[in-house]
């Protein structure tokens, strides 16, 4: 449903968030594995990744990556 979708991204989002303050880049974030636990359910996740990555560093103003 809606709500569960919007709750795991949500929580996708949180935690490239904190690999990126940690000083993560998409490979080290996709390494991590941010969206394991729905891997199975929605399939490949590396367009979500790479999306949420992206957005990320925009919006703090860092263009490395």
Same mark, same amino acid.
């Given at each position: 449903? /809606?709500? *569960?979708?919007? &709750?795991?991204?949500? +929580?996708?989002r949180?935690?490239?968030?904190?690999?990126?303050?940690?000083?993560?880049? /998409?490979? *080290?974030?996709? &390494?991590a594995?941010? +969206?394991?636990?729905?891997?199975?359910?929605?399939?490949?996740?590396?367009?979500?990744?790479?999306?949420?990555?992206?957005?990320?560093?925009?919006?703090?103003?860092?263009?490395?990556?």
């Open positions: 449903d /809606l709500q *569960d979708y919007v &709750a795991m991204l949500k +929580t996708i949180s935690r490239i968030q904190r690999l990126i303050e940690n000083g993560a880049s /998409l490979t *080290d974030v996709i &390494a594995k941010p +969206t394991a636990e729905w891997d199975e359910a929605t399939g490949d996740p590396a367009l979500v990744v790479d999306r949420i990555y992206h957005s990320l560093l925009r919006n703090s103003g860092d263009d490395a990556g």
